[in-house]
């Protein structure tokens, strides 16, 4: 099972001019081969991104791609991600959602499809990531 970040499934849904052919393409292959999954953070910040009325999860799963829920393990790591970030001084350039996508992927799915490798490799150690490439 791979999970999917929100910053490629808006270069796929907006269709990006920069990104969003080799997301499409990552997303794709991974389609292909394993399960592909969002959480509760993607939909949120996708639904608030598209500006629309409409349930996004209707449009993903017509795309292939299902939901499943941050387990209470996910969450904890998360939170104690959080933490060491805002401990080495982060502050508002992070939000929680992007914690809970990174301990959703570590502990539930088999990898992280992201445009965001830098922060995702610093802070979830083992974290299988595909990063959309040309």
């Given at each position: 099972m791979?999970?999917v970040?929100?910053?490629?499934?808006?270069?796929?849904l907006?269709?990006d001019?920069?990104c969003?052919?080799?997301?499409?393409?990552?997303l794709?292959d991974?389609?292909a081969?394993?399960?592909?999954?969002?959480?509760?953070?993607?939909?949120?910040?996708?639904?608030?991104?598209?500006e629309?009325?409409?349930?996004?999860?209707?449009?993903?799963n017509?795309?292939?791609?299902?939901?499943?829920?941050?387990?209470e393990?996910?969450?904890?790591?998360a939170g104690?991600?959080?933490r060491?970030?805002?401990?080495?001084?982060?502050r508002?350039?992070?939000?929680?959602?992007d914690?809970?996508?990174?301990?959703?992927a570590?502990?539930?799915?088999n990898?992280?499809?992201t445009?965001d490798?830098?922060?995702?490799?610093?802070?979830?150690?083992?974290?299988?990531?595909?990063?959309?490439?040309?």
């Amino acid at each position: 099972m791979i999970a999917v970040d929100s910053s490629v499934l808006l270069d796929v849904l907006t269709a990006d001019a920069l990104c969003g052919d080799v997301s499409s393409a990552a997303l794709s292959d991974a389609l292909a081969s394993d399960d592909v999954v969002v959480c509760e953070a993607v939909v949120a910040e996708v639904q608030l991104m598209l500006e629309t009325s409409g349930n996004v999860m209707e449009t993903l799963n017509a795309m292939g791609i299902r939901f499943l829920a941050i387990n209470e393990q996910a969450a904890v790591r998360a939170g104690v991600m959080n933490r060491r970030f805002r401990d080495r001084g982060g502050r508002g350039e992070r939000v929680v959602a992007d914690f809970l996508i990174g301990g959703h992927a570590l502990l539930q799915c088999n990898g992280l499809i992201t445009r965001d490798a830098g922060f995702f490799r610093d802070y979830f150690k083992g974290l299988k990531l595909i990063v959309p490439k040309a």
